[in-house]
């Protein structure tokens, strides 16, 4: 089975702070996602990545980045911290676009 | 109109009935459908993938798809208490190797004892 592991399950972060979230899969899958997931808003796509160091953004993707320099690793950064960020975070990957995701557990993310 | 619709519920069924979850979809040509199934505090998990129309069988749990309806619907048959879950439908809008899911808000079901 596809292992997708987020390095945090619960973060507690400051206003302003840069925040970076860790995803890593280890079946060599091309395409890595990062959604954002809230409470009557379900799930957000805030950046996508189809291969090493290639990058397409999402649906809400004002205030964050991503990296990838890994096929195995997509990382999601929150330049400035803002308590709006506050939300869970979730890393996916595939190996087919379009087809099913296999998602990470998850990091919790709170901005105070 | 959202992209992909489904009822928040929570839809309450009890122990050994047939939950019946339902979602609809805007774009025509769209190719792929996928039912997850989210625990309270938990990721989501695909359950079930579709992709032609038809009834698709695995287990208790049956997908069904209506292309010219634009409906996608999960059954669960004989619903247990460990059932209770949000269920997202995701559909892959686009064709060809473009394209993404686009996730429902999911529906909450409560199978009781």
């Known amino acids: 089975d596809v292992k997708v592991t987020q390095s945090s399950r619960y973060l507690v972060k400051r206003t302003g702070e840069k925040v970076f979230l860790e995803c890593v899969q280890d079946m060599d899958h091309e395409n890595m996602f990062w959604y954002r997931q809230d409470p009557g808003l379900g799930l957000r796509l805030i950046y996508f990545s189809y291969d090493v160091k290639m990058k397409e953004k999402g649906d809400i993707p004002e205030g964050y980045s991503v990296s990838r320099e890994k096929k195995e690793r997509f990382s999601l950064i929150l330049e400035s911290a803002s308590t709006n960020q506050t939300s869970m975070y979730l890393c996916?990957?595939?190996?087919?676009?379009?087809?099913?995701?296999?998602f990470g557990s998850g990091t919790r993310l709170t901005v105070v | 109109q959202k992209e992909v619709e489904q009822n928040s519920g929570p839809l309450s069924v009890p122990e050994g009935a047939i939950a019946s979850l339902n979602c609809t979809y805007s774009d025509r040509v769209s190719q792929s459908f996928f039912w997850y199934r989210q625990y309270s505090g938990k990721s989501p998990e695909l359950i079930m993938s579709?992709?032609?129309?038809g009834d698709k069988e695995d287990g208790r749990f049956t997908a069904q798809l209506n292309k010219a309806s634009q409906y996608v619907s999960l059954l669960i048959r004989d619903s247990q208490p460990s059932d209770s879950a949000t269920y997202l439908c995701a559909v892959k809008h686009g064709s060809g190797n473009t394209g993404k899911l686009i996730f429902g808000q999911g529906t909450t079901l409560q199978v009781k004892p």
């Open positions: 579709i992709y032609s129309n």
């Open positions: 996916a990957s595939s190996l087919i676009l379009g087809r099913g995701y296999t």
